[in-house]
C-alpha cells in the first residue's frame, strides 16, 4: 500500500493521529473556532480549546463529535483535513486511513465515515470497532484465541466488547463516559456548593482528584467558578470523595451494561473473561479505583491499561504495521471510486 498510513481515533474529546512507523504525532482537543464574522474556521485543536466558554458572540465553539456520533459534518470534515495536511504536507500521493467507530455504529454510519475520510483527502479508508483497537493497544494479541473484556471509557461513549481471535464476539455501546462525568461534577457544585463551573474546569477536577472509591488519603482541589445566588467569583473545595459520590449514578449504569453484555456472551467466553479479567482503556481509566470498583462489582481481575487515553490510537498503530490483517479479518478499504460506484 503506497502512501502514508494514518490511524485516526476521531474521539468526542479529542482526536489522535498515529502515522505508521512514527507512532502519535497528533493529540489535540476536537474543538473547531468558526468566526461567522469573518466566515472562516478561527481556531482548531488546542487552540481553539484554550476558547471554550470564553468566546465572543462573533465565535463559535465546536465539538463536532457528540457521544461517537458526528453533529457537525461540516467542521469534523476541515478538521480531519487540517491534520491530514499537517502530517502528509505537500506529498504527491495521499493517504490510507484507518479510523475508529463505536462498537454499535451502524453500517449507514460506517460508510459516513468512511466518505468523511475521502473527501478528506484519503486515497482509501475504512473504519473499524473502537474496542477492536482498544485491545490491540493494551496489547491483546490478534491470534489470541480466548475472550477477554474491554472496557473503553472515553469521552462520549463507553464501548465494551468481548474480544477473541481478533475479531469482536459481542459489544454494547452507552453514550455515558467522561463527559458525563465532567456534567456530573457541574451539577454537584451548583447544588452542594451554590456555585457555578464550566465544563472545562470540571474535568481539570475530575483529572486532579477524580476517584472511583473512598480514598484512604482524600484529595482535595480548589475550583473556581461563580456564586449562583450573587454572579460573583467564587472559589470552592471539592475532594476525591465529592467526585466519587458525584459519579457513583453512571458508574453504575455502567455496570449494568456490562452485566448485559456477559449476559448475551456465549458460556465459553465467559468462562475465558473469568480466567483473563476486564481490561479498562480510555481516559475514564485515568479514575483512581475505577479497578477496584469494578472488581468489587464483577468478582474477577480488573486492570487498567497502560497510558490508557492512547490504546484506540496505538492499537491502530498495530494494524499499520500489517494492513493485511484488517482485509484477513473481513474489513474492507473504500476509495472514492468505490464510493461514487455505490451511489449510482
Do not use: W
Not at 100 to 112: A, E, L, R, W
Not at 195 to 218: C, N, P, R, Y
Not at 250 to 277: F, M, R, W
Request: with cysteine; aromatic share 6%; charged share 25%.
Amino acid at each position: 500500500m503506497l502512501g502514508t498510513k494514518i490511524g485516526f481515533d476521531l474521539g468526542t474529546t479529542s482526536i489522535v493521529a498515529n502515522v505508521d512507523g512514527k507512532g502519535i504525532k497528533i493529540n489535540d482537543p476536537s474543538v473547531i473556532v468558526y468566526d461567522s464574522f469573518e466566515e472562516k474556521v478561527k481556531a482548531i485543536g488546542n487552540e481553539a480549546y484554550k476558547m471554550l466558554g470564553k468566546t465572543p458572540d462573533y465565535l463559535t465553539a465546536i465539538r463536532p463529535i457528540n457521544g461517537g456520533n458526528i453533529i457537525d459534518y461540516d467542521a469534523l470534515e476541515q478538521m480531519v483535513c487540517y491534520y491530514i495536511q499537517k502530517i502528509c504536507g505537500n506529498r504527491i500521493l495521499k493517504p490510507s486511513i484507518v479510523a475508529c467507530v463505536p462498537s454499535d455504529t451502524s453500517d449507514i454510519d460506517k460508510k459516513t465515515v468512511t466518505d468523511l475520510l475521502i473527501s478528506s483527502g484519503a486515497a482509501r479508508a475504512c473504519v473499524i470497532e473502537e474496542p477492536l483497537a482498544a485491545a490491540l493497544g493494551a496489547g491483546v494479541s490478534m491470534k489470541k484465541p480466548e475472550g477477554v473484556l474491554i472496557v473503553d471509557i472515553g469521552g462520549g461513549t463507553t464501548d465494551i466488547a468481548v474480544v477473541t481471535r481478533g475479531c469482536i464476539a459481542n459489544s454494547a455501546s452507552i453514550e455515558l463516559a467522561g463527559n458525563a462525568f465532567d456534567e456530573d461534577i457541574c451539577r454537584f457544585a451548583r447544588r452542594e456548593r451554590d456555585t457555578v463551573i464550566g465544563s472545562v474546569t470540571a474535568e481539570k477536577v475530575k483529572k486532579q482528584v477524580g476517584a472511583a472509591k473512598f480514598l484512604d488519603a482524600e484529595l482535595a482541589v480548589r475550583a473556581v467558578g461563580k456564586d449562583y445566588i450573587t454572579k460573583l467569583p467564587k472559589s470552592i473545595e471539592l475532594t476525591s470523595t465529592d467526585i466519587f459520590l458525584c459519579i457513583r449514578e453512571h458508574l453504575e449504569k455502567i455496570v449494568d451494561c456490562i452485566k448485559y453484555l456477559l449476559s448475551e456472551t456465549q458460556p465459553e467466553l465467559v468462562a475465558d473473561i473469568i480466567k483473563n479479567g476486564m481490561i479498562i482503556t480510555g481516559g475514564g481509566a485515568n479514575i483512581r479505583g475505577i479497578d477496584d470498583y469494578f472488581k468489587s462489582k464483577f468478582g474477577f481481575n480488573v486492570v487498567c491499561a497502560e497510558n490508557p487515553e492512547f490504546c484506540v490510537a496505538n492499537g491502530l498503530g498495530v494494524l499499520l504495521d500489517d494492513i493485511r490483517v484488517l482485509e484477513e479479518n473481513g474489513y474492507v478499504f473504500r476509495s472514492y471510486a468505490d464510493l461514487s460506484e455505490f451511489e449510482e
